[in-house]
């Protein structure tokens, strides 16, 4: 079964989300660096600059930069979106569109640079779960009310990703199999 | 300059500023295969091309050379050796003609002199805080290389021949100018006596130096791309010198200081997190507390029984060497002391008879603590050097923790196991699979070939166990008197002789048990150790102590073909030379090297220096004889 080229499948978007800014601090001196997207300042060692987070996993891996923690990925900013989370009904607003897939990835890089990785870990699959549950409630509660459209704000890239194809297919099935019933 | 004194200037920098493919020539050894992980990461980091090739045998070295450098390969212009060549004569043995510069990494002591005067395509990569103590081991350029002396040998020789025929027909002149001549003679003779007895004496003894691992290390450092993954090779390697005795205790210990600092500086959050963490139990927001994923090292005091991890408790002290020799546990009497010392130490006997992963926490928190006690000690008298080793453990996330002596021996194991399939043609195709698997097993998140080759290692013990209680309750294979200066140990081709094997079972199996020769080293050291401890005991005389052994040993069957009747199978010996047992535990430097050499010279020339380090050779069946006869001879003196 091949992939159709036009949906966007969970690679597109770890692919997507490299083009993300993070902070780095790099240890060696180049001038700016022009890129299709925009220039990359001049390097100077120990003053910290942003880049791609594919360019920041590239110097990482070759021991040319350290990471700075972005903002969003401290402790204290994610245990407060988790009790924001588990207070509310509905989704609450991500700092990050890409925030769980950047998560992964800067952790498997730059473990050393992270404080508390280990607490953060927990504390984003705690927030994952949540997210995805109402996620659930809600496709659910879709289905069951047979309306025709739902209004979901505040879903990042992935969990729309996941649930793209599935509630295509899902509603399309259901819609082919009310066809079918006869009218009586 | 031939020693490098600038690692990133003079070594790196050159590499990268060449930006030509480079050849790697890495030994077969842990040490040199954890300085390769090293300087693969280097060169992987600054995206540069390379060939690696394996060698053990110096016409592995020539013929690696001859192909990367032919005509049709003109670009390679920066070779690599590490633990290997320094003790050639590089320029004569690969007839460097190119203008390609040779680096050569070698913990292998001495450097050949004409590598360091003669050349200037060849760079010694040393520790760079270490290069004056280097230099000042060899001799003066001026006491070995004279312009007059040394070039008009030859000239000298001719003329003095032609004067004495025109000796009658010269007249009083002709007197003061031969005079002066002879004068010049003699002094030339004497400045070629002093420079024989100058190289006599530096090539003497062979020693090993720093630690390969531990200066790329430091070139990794050089260039801040240190990491604790390259950190642990260097860790690995330094350890894999000690345990394969070529360097000392108090050598290993200054490598370890080094090492320690190191440690410190990469791994400090685990230091400072131990002591802050009873006051912060309750707000883990301020602890700067790094996820318990990252591998980390941390320095301990750990107990040296073999393969402790991965053994019961009692298997693992029953094949320390240095716990065989304490409780002497080839005589039933031995174990029944050991067993006692078990009790002592507190430990029931079903826990020592299980795994040491199995055993109750309590046990194992307490058997350190308990080994240094002081009753203990004094009752079986020893010390805290014999059993404890200050050495780093590893350890990521869940995963189990690691200790370099186990990574050391499981190496090993996977690098001397030949494959059983192999035949001649093919043991470069076993090199290079010996090599490359030893290399995966060297990654500490890949653990199955580790483990792999941890059960070699234990298949390996059970077998040199064998050979050891054969060894010292016959004396068939030992062969020593008053009038030898060594003793002899020969084995041959039934020595693993139980009666389940046919004899050409027992032949093949026996051939290609030693392959490697650190390892043929290893164990000949092992055996003279033990032999000594239980002469020691029964005879008390004081003569067998101080000899050293020579051990012979099947090392191939070769099968040559033969006109007359068919197909003859010749074997062929690897022999090694040991030193007498020092008093105090110190690794003196080896003399056999030499001792071979000019033995071999005496025969002719049979013995075939295929390895790098000279006192281990192999030799034809025929000329065994001979050599022995020559060996006596030299020794005598």
Not at chain 2, 240 to 266: A, C, G, K, P, W
Request: charged share 20%; hydrophobic share 35%.
């Amino acid at each position: 079964m091949c992939k159709s080229l036009f949906i966007m499948d969970i690679e597109e978007v770890q692919y997507l989300s490299e083009n993300e800014y993070v902070s780095i601090v790099p240890n060696f001196s180049h001038p700016v660096i022009h890129l299709i997207k925009g220039s990359v300042g001049p390097f100077q060692p120990t003053t910290p600059l942003n880049v791609p987070l594919w360019m920041a996993i590239h110097l990482k891996e070759s021991h040319r930069c350290r990471f700075i923690c972005p903002e969003w990925l401290t402790y204290d900013t994610i245990s407060t979106l988790l009790k924001a989370e588990q207070q509310n009904e509905h989704f609450t607003p991500m700092p990050n569109r890409f925030i769980f897939i950047l998560s992964q990835t800067i952790m498997s890089v730059a473990l050393e640079d992270i404080p508390n990785g280990d607490n953060i870990r927990l504390i984003m699959k705690d927030l994952w779960d949540l997210r995805l549950a109402k996620l659930r409630t809600s496709i659910d509660s879709l289905i069951k009310s047979g309306a025709l459209y739902a209004k979901v704000t505040h879903l990042t890239t992935v969990e729309i990703c996941l649930i793209r194809n599935f509630l295509k297919m899902a509603l399309k099935q259901i819609y082919q199999l009310q066809q079918v019933i006869p009218d009586e | 300059m031939v020693f490098i004194r600038d690692l990133k200037r003079e070594f790196f920098d050159y590499i990268i500023k060449q930006q030509r493919r480079i050849v790697i020539f890495v030994h077969l050894d842990v040490d040199s295969l954890c300085a390769w992980k090293i300087f693969q990461h280097l060169l992987q980091c600054e995206h540069l091309t390379y060939t690696c090739i394996p060698v053990l045998y110096k016409y592995d070295l020539e013929n690696g050379y001859m192909q990367h450098t032919s005509s049709t390969n003109k670009d390679v212009k920066c070779i690599v050796l590490i633990n290997c060549g320094a003790t050639l004569d590089l320029y004569d043995f690969l007839s460097l003609t190119n203008d390609a510069v040779l680096f050569v990494l070698d913990s292998l002591r001495n450097f050949d002199h004409r590598n360091v005067y003669d050349a200037k395509q060849i760079r010694l990569i040393v520790l760079p805080t270490k290069i004056e103590n280097e230099k000042k081991r060899v001799p003066d350029y001026e006491s070995l290389f004279h312009e007059k002396y040394d070039d008009e040998e030859e000239n000298q020789e001719n003329n003095s021949d032609a004067e004495n025929d025109d000796d009658n027909r010269e007249s009083f002149l002709d007197d003061v100018d031969q005079f002066s001549e002879v004068n010049q003679k003699r002094l030339k003779r004497q400045w070629l006596k002093k420079r024989d007895e100058l190289l006599f004496d530096y090539y003497r003894y062979h020693s090993h130096s720093y630690s390969s691992a531990l200066i790329m290390f430091d070139l990794a450092w050089v260039l801040s791309k240190d990491t604790n993954d390259l950190l642990w090779y260097a860790i690995i390697g330094v350890t894999e010198q000690l345990l394969h005795s070529r360097i000392d205790r108090d050598f290993y210990m200054e490598q370890i200081n080094l090492l320690h600092t190191h440690v410190l500086r990469l791994n400090h959050q685990l230091y400072h997190n131990s002591t802050s963490n009873s006051s912060s139990n309750d707000d883990p927001t301020n602890t700067m507390k790094l996820s318990m994923d990252c591998f980390n090292i941390k320095f301990d005091e750990d107990v040296n029984f073999h393969l402790l991890r991965h053994w019961t408790l009692y298997e693992s002290i029953k094949h320390s060497q240095d716990m065989l020799l304490l409780f002497k546990l080839w005589s039933s009497k031995g174990q029944q002391r050991l067993k006692e010392f078990l009790a002592d130490l507190g430990i029931p006997k079903r826990e020592y008879e299980q795994y040491y992963r199995d055993m109750d926490v309590s046990y194992k928190t307490d058997l350190k603590k308990q080994i240094l006690e002081k009753r203990i000690q004094e009752k079986y008298k020893y010390t805290t050097s014999t059993i404890m080793l200050p050495t780093f453990i590893a350890s990521s996330g869940f995963s189990m923790k690691l200790c370099p002596q186990d990574i050391v021996y499981s190496t090993m194991a996977t690098l001397q196991t030949a494959n059983t399939t192999s035949s001649s043609s093919s043991t470069m195709v076993d090199l290079t699979e010996r090599f490359s698997l030893a290399l995966h097993s060297l990654n500490h998140q890949n653990t199955t070939i580790y483990l792999n080759g941890i059960e070699l290692e234990k298949s390996y013990l059970t077998k040199t166990q064998y050979l050891m209680d054969t060894l010292l309750q016959s004396d068939k294979y030992l062969l020593y008197d008053n009038t030898v200066p060594f003793i002899q140990l020969k084995f041959d081709q039934n020595m693993f002789n139980s009666s389940a094997n046919t004899s050409t079972d027992s032949a093949s199996s026996s051939c290609y048990f030693f392959t490697h020769p650190y390892q043929t080293y290893v164990f000949a050291r092992k055996v003279l150790q033990t032999f000594v401890c239980y002469k020691s005991i029964n005879s008390k005389t004081s003569t067998t102590l101080r000899l050293p052994l020579v051990l012979v040993a099947p090392f191939s069957l070769t099968t040559v073909g033969n006109r007359t009747t068919g197909d003859n199978q010749e074997l062929i010996y690897i022999i090694v030379g040991i030193p007498q047992m020092s008093t105090h535990h110190s690794v003196p430097g080896n003399y056999f090297a030499t001792a071979f050499e000019n033995a071999d010279q005496r025969c002719g020339n049979v013995g075939r220096f295929v390895f790098f380090d000279h006192s281990v050779f192999l030799l034809q069946e025929q000329h065994y004889q001979k050599f022995i006869d020559a060996l006596t001879l030299v020794l005598a003196k």
